[in-house]
T-cell receptor, first 113, second 115 residues
Framework: GESVGLHLPTLSVQEGDNSIINCAYS??????FIWYKQESGKGPQFIID?????DKRQGQRVTVLLNKTVKHLSLQIAATQPGDSAVYFC????????????FGKGTHLIIQP | DSGVTQTPKHLITATGQRVTLRCSPR?????VYWYQQSLDQGLQFLIQ???????AKGNILERFSAQQFPDLHSELNLSSLELGDSALYFC??????????????FGPGTRLTVL
């Protein structure tokens, strides 16, 4: 993944609107993808995951879409709430079992009242 | 609360020193992972242990080492510390770690400051 740097991409949305956070991954061998949410001063919190044999998966208020052709992943959050404010990371893992996750740079989601 | 615990929460030390970070995985999880989060490198995988044995290595420096004990808690040892080692260090755990789809749950992290 790319380095984070001091400035994360920022997405600002109105409370109640839907949010879409995008992520491009680089490893064609990756077969498992996860979205994590990280609030200030806390560790990454698991939101939703998807395997490479799927192109869509839904959770509570969240949907993950996977497009393997263009190596793109997105997280959709419905009816965004103030508690959704956080940095969102996509992560990927290559097949074969053992190994850590490769994280993307993260997107800072800001909820406007 | 993920169920993963890490101590200490904060650690301030000087260059050249050695520190030990501790992690207790979720009950029943056999795999422990260590990650480093810094402003310039983002979240990076360091090392994984499964049931006491090293399973995978990432971008871990030779000055860093880890181990997992019989009770499954893990320690990350950082030595000859440099200013650039200042970062958040996270531990994550998963049930097994042999399956690529094993969900990793993260602890609250240890913030290391090297002065």
């Amino acid at each position: 993944g790319e380095s984070v740097g001091l400035h994360l991409p920022t997405l600002s949305v109105q409370e109640g609107d839907n949010s879409i956070i995008n992520c491009a991954y680089s490893n064609s061998a990756s077969d498992y993808f996860i979205w994590y949410k990280q609030e200030s001063g806390k560790g990454p919190q698991f939101i939703i995951d998807i395997r490479s044999n799927m192109d869509k998966r839904q959770g509570q208020r969240v949907t993950v879409l996977l497009n393997k052709t263009v190596k793109h992943l997105s997280l959709q959050i419905a009816a965004t709430q103030p508690g959704d404010s956080a940095v969102y990371f996509c992560a990927e893992k290559a097949g074969g079992g053992a190994d850590g996750l490769t994280f993307g740079k993260g997107t800072h989601l800001i909820i406007q009242p | 609360d993920s169920g993963v615990t890490q101590t200490p929460k904060h650690l301030i030390t000087a260059t050249g020193q050695r520190v030990t970070l501790r992690c207790s995985p979720r009950s029943g999880d056999l795999s422990v992972y260590w990650y480093q989060q810094s402003l310039d490198q983002g979240l990076q995988f360091l090392i994984q242990y499964y049931n006491g044995e090293e399973r995978a290595k990432g971008n871990i420096l030779e000055r860093f080492s880890a181990q997992q004990f019989p009770d499954l808690h893990s320690e990350l040892n950082l030595s000859s510390l440099e200013l650039g080692d200042s970062a958040l260090y996270f531990c994550a755990s998963s049930v097994e770690g042999r399956m690529s789809t094993d969900t990793q749950y993260f602890g609250p992290g240890t913030r290391l400051t090297v002065l």
